[in-house]
């Protein structure tokens, strides 16, 4: 889990009074950090700061005050933090666009959810919502395959893929039940039943070079479970290798783009970051590192490490051998 900002973790104690006064009977700690987002630990230091926050004073009666049951939490005095906040106009027209688009998938299965909360939305948004369409995000080649997996869905038939696997730059072709299409920060997936590895994948609609409907009909297996994509497109297995970098300040992006399971400040490099992510392509961790151009230090495993630096005594022969680099002589 990436660090806290001081405007999230801010947004988040002025929401969790009011979020708690509207269950009086006590909320379950890991329901409420679940809704907020963060782990339990998190939430549990956030709560321990609200009890250091009140009114003028500061003494007994005057602080916010919460009560513990079991996993269960409430809040028994709130010293005024009882009004939500309210959403901005232009956080309210974003979340019209998103809402709308969302509607335009077929297959939705929350469309009525989806309408009732854009009813509300557009509510708080007033006029500024009324001229919010959905956004056209596919273009070109995109644009194409976005329709011929609409159709596919819609007609229940299989899909033929030709994919661009960037991790193994290699282009693919598969046959796939389609089951969904994703819209996730502003990009195109299609998640289908992938006959040749059996198994359930996403597929990104700007990497698939062609596609076509099949005669044949869709047949995923009974029961296939879907991904939640509210715990992010990226999920690796449980089991799969542990990486851990050290990152400089400029490299600190990082921890907030990739789901990483531990982070903490360092003081090597000055404004640094330490941190634990997991996956199962060292290859992947390999490039990524040599992408961030001497920004990132490997800690472990000891295997990449060693490959990273190959990779960069094998660039800098390659730079020497074509004199690109200057001359140690002091001259």
């Known amino acids: ?81 009882v009004r939500p906040l309210r959403l901005t106009t232009d956080e309210a027209v974003a979340l019209v666009v998103a809402l709308r688009t969302l509607l335009e998938l077929p297959g939705l299965a929350e469309r009525e959810a989806v309408s009732r909360a854009l009813a509300k939305v557009s509510a708080a948004a007033g006029h500024a919502g009324e001229r919010v369409t959905p956004v056209a995000l596919s273009v070109d080649a995109q644009e194409q395959a976005l329709a011929v997996v609409r159709e596919g869905l819609e007609r229940k038939r299989a899909l033929h893929l030709h994919y661009y696997v960037p991790t193994r730059d290699e282009r693919t072709e598969r046959t796939v039940d ?98 634990a992510l997991r996956t199962a392509d060292v290859a992947w961790a390999r490039r990524l590192v040599a992408s961030l151009g001497g920004a990132a230090t490997v800690d472990e495993p000891a295997e990449l490490a060693a490959a990273v630096a190959a990779d960069a005594r094998a660039a800098l022969r390659r730079y020497a051998a074509e004199g690109q680099l200057p001359s140690s002589s002091g001259d």
Do not use: H, K, N
Not at 23 to 47: K, N, S, Y
Not at 191 to 207: K, M, Q
Not at 215 to 220: L, Q
């Open 178 to 275: 389609p089951l969904r299409l994703l819209l996730v920060d502003g990009r195109w997936y299609l998640e289908a039943w992938s006959r040749e590895v059996g198994g359930v994948r996403l597929f990104r609609l700007d990497r698939i070079d062609d596609v076509e409907v099949l005669d044949e009909p869709s047949a995923p297996p009974p029961g296939v479970p879907l991904r939640d994509v509210d715990a992010g497109l990226y999920q690796p297995e449980p089991g799969s290798p542990v990486v851990r970098l050290r990152l400089a300040r400029t490299a600190r992006w990082v921890a907030e783009y990739y789901p990483v399971e531990d982070v903490r400040e360092v003081q090597d490099p000055p404004g640094g970051l330490a941190v």
């Open 1 to 81: 889990m990436s660090a806290p900002t001081t405007t999230e973790r801010m947004t988040r104690l002025l929401s969790l009074v009011p979020y708690l006064t509207a269950r009086p009977e006590g909320v379950p700690l890991a329901e409420v950090a679940r809704d907020f987002g963060v782990p339990e630990r998190q939430l549990r230091r956030d709560m321990e700061l609200l009890w250091m926050c009140g009114l003028p004073g500061y003494g007994p009666g005057d602080l916010i005050d919460l009560a513990f049951e079991g996993d269960r939490v409430r809040v028994t005095f709130t010293a005024g933090m």
